[in-house]
């Protein structure tokens, strides 16, 4: 966990899962390029033949300068013949060590791309809930980490650990066939003997590892907070209290830097001390052989070579420890997050929407986003087929949870929504959605040109449709008084256009969708009057040919609509028109003196103070 103090503590650590949950998940995807695989794998082999060729061909050519070989084997191994061998084999290997890696890159990349495919479309089958939940920051950082995890795991098992697996067999073998036992027995109990040491020490450094991480991700933080609200320092004069609290955090890192660089050297030295052993036993025994003549020279020279041949994978078995680890709790995580369940689902039976005449229906319906608060009570509302109704109500009363509901975005707790009597739970999201347009409150716009966020209503539109479009929500004329006009770049999240000019694309493109129910979410709440004003038509003008739904916080919006529902703590209150409902001097009465009150003060504040000379 991280505070606004710069203190950091394990918490931030990832919790390790079982490996074989994540290697379980992972199998499906290595037998589906499982061809891939063996003829990566078959190369793999190859390339490790031709690395313990090398110093067998050393042997024999240090035997040969020696004069130790004997004459049969000088008729075949001629020094030229050896050297020529040793280029080869120091060739070979580098030529299958490029096709093993380029095989299996295709497979890792082939991997990667099915499994991003899946995530990202698994993340938008995810109910509202989910993603309301979830930082999207997070989300994505998972799947980033997973993907990379998986990547970790592909090249730190088929690259690093298999390889020198195989190589120790290779090399024991061939000690034991041609030498003696002894040997063997001196490189397992060192090679047992660096693995324990390593894993050990990597243990212990994980945690100072991660603690340091923690301490930058706080430290970069803080410096981003602070420059992010540079106006409020200056606003403060707090500059110093700043760069003395970014300096304080800024100098744990460094302490913890220096932890983690002596830790990696107690692991070198360690690792070195017994590598060094186990080459001083060797060598002994080598010498012990070329004393007694069982061995020769080159033998020496073949012994020696093989450890240390063995000893250069390992000497990053440290890293590969401690990012195999990571990436097995990655992917773990990224696996976990694409099991999770769709809380909104289609029905093994479900059907496309028929719509004929686009007349809804609210049948008792009763919502809870949490069981022990209920938002909707047994609400019932007919919204009959090309007619607008208007839902009014305090905050929090369920307006905007009704348009939620129609959407699906979430299921009804009890009771059914039906459009032209099919209940929405029994037809296609696809189908359903299809058939609704939607103008937000807040109106998201992609990081593109206008013509682009325009046109998503219906990516198949053709240029006029779009155009006209436009047109229909009065955009075109701002459009073309634009240098770029619809290539335009709005910017991330529509940053470079006003509210009204947003709230125009919104309904441009819900326009374009052609849908036969429209949504009107507090569509103009957070604009001013004027702006608000010429919305307003733009939303009428698009209302008159829909069966329509708006939720309204400004009831001077809503006075045309065909019928008013007012909504009360999740339960319908009054139902009628704009003047039938002023004559109940109900709760719709009531709001709308308020909001004639609060209209008629703000207005004389904007009036011009009179002179006393006029």
């Known amino acids: 966990m991280r505070n606004r103090s710069g203190k950091a503590t394990l918490e931030d650590e990832k919790t390790p899962i079982n490996p074989k949950v994540a290697l379980q998940q992972i199998i499906p995807y290595l037998v589906k390029y499982r061809l891939r695989i063996f003829l990566g794998l078959s190369v793999l082999v190859s390339a490790k033949l031709a690395t313990i060729g090398v110093p067998i061909v050393m042997k024999y050519l240090v035997d040969g300068v020696s004069g130790e070989l004997s004459a049969e084997s000088l008729w075949f191994f001629t020094p030229l013949v050896l050297v020529i061998a040793y280029g080869a084999l120091r060739f070979l290997n580098t030529l299958f060590g490029e096709l093993r890696d380029y095989i299996f890159s295709t497979v890792d990349a082939a991997v990667n791309h099915d499994l991003a495919q899946k995530i990202f479309t698994h993340l938008h089958q995810l109910s509202l809930r989910f993603h309301l939940s979830r930082k999207t920051g997070n989300v994505t950082r998972e799947i980033d980490h997973g993907l990379r995890g998986f990547s ?21 073998s061939y000690l034991a066939y041609n030498y003696s036992a002894r040997f063997v027995v001196i490189l397992l109990i060192a090679l047992v003997s660096y693995i324990l040491y390593t894993v050990v020490v990597t243990q212990h450094r994980l945690k100072q590892f991660r603690l340091h991480n923690s301490l930058v991700a706080n430290t970069q933080s803080m410096a981003v907070d602070s420059l992010i609200n540079y106006e409020t320092v200056k606003y403060f004069n707090n500059e110093e209290m700043e760069a003395k609290r970014y300096g304080e955090a800024d100098l744990k890192v460094a ?13 070198n030295l360690g690792q070195s001390l017994i590598v060094a052993i186990a080459l001083t036993f060797m060598l002994r025994e080598a010498l012990l052989g070329v004393e007694r003549g069982v061995m020769t020279v080159g033998d020496l020279v073949l012994v020696n070579t093989l450890l240390l041949q063995l000893v250069i994978p390992l000497n990053f078995l440290g890293t590969i420890y401690r990012m195999l680890r990571e990436a097995f709790t990655d992917v773990e995580r990224m696996f976990i997050l694409l099991g999770s369940d769709a809380e909104v689902k289609d029905k093994p039976d479900a059907a496309p929407l028929a719509i004929k005449h686009a007349g809804i229906r609210f049948d008792n319906v ?16 007919e919204l009959p087929a090309g007619t607008t109704t208007a839902i009014v109500g305090h905050s929090g009363s369920g307006k905007s949870t009704l ?3 129609l959407y699906r975005f979430y299921d009804v707790s009890s009771g059914q929504i039906l459009i032209d009597e099919q209940p929405i739970t029994s037809v296609t999201q696809k189908s359903l959605r299809q058939a609704i347009g939607i103008v937000p409150q807040d109106t998201v716009l992609f990081n593109d040109t206008l013509y682009y966020n325009i046109a998503y209503g219906r990516p198949n539109a053709t240029e006029a449709e779009v155009h006209a479009a436009a ?40 326009i374009l969708k052609q849908p036969r129910i429209m949504i009107f979410d507090e569509a103009t709440s957070a604009l001013d009057s004027r702006t608000e004003q010429s919305i307003q038509q733009a939303l009428e003008q698009v209302a008159a040919e829909h069966t329509t ?3 309204a916080h400004r009831l001077s919006t809503i006075a045309h609509a065909d019928q008013i529902v007012v909504l009360e703590e999740g339960e ?27 209209e008629d003060d703000a207005l004389q504040e904007n009036l011009p103070v009179s002179s006393e000379n006029e």
Not at 479 to 491: A, C, D, K, W
Not at 493 to 503: F, V
Not at 579 to 589: D, F, I, P
Request: charged residues 20%; positive net charge; proline residues 2%.
């Open 152 to 172: 970790t795991l592909f090249s730190g098992l088929l690259y690093n650990i298999f390889p020198t697996i195989l190589e120790f067999i290779l090399a024991a």
């Open 255 to 267: 302490r913890s830097m220096l932890k983690n660089r002596a830790t990696l050297s107690f692991l």
């Open 366 to 381: 009763a919502f809870a986003y949490d069981a022990a608060r209920p938002i909707l009570k047994g609400v019932d509302i």
């Open 403 to 405: 348009a939620r509901l």
């Open 471 to 510: 047109a229909s929500a009065q955009l075109d004329r701002f459009i073309n008084s634009l240098p770029e006009g619809y290539q335009t770049q709005v910017g991330e999240r529509g940053l470079k256009l006003s509210g009204g000019e947003k709230q125009r694309v919104a309904i441009a493109r819900a």
């Open 549 to 551: 739904l708006i939720i």
């Open 572 to 598: 319908v209150v009054e139902v009628g028109k704009h003047q039938q409902l002023l004559a109940k001097k109900g709760t719709y009465a009531t709001l709308w003196e308020i909001q004639q009150h609060h």
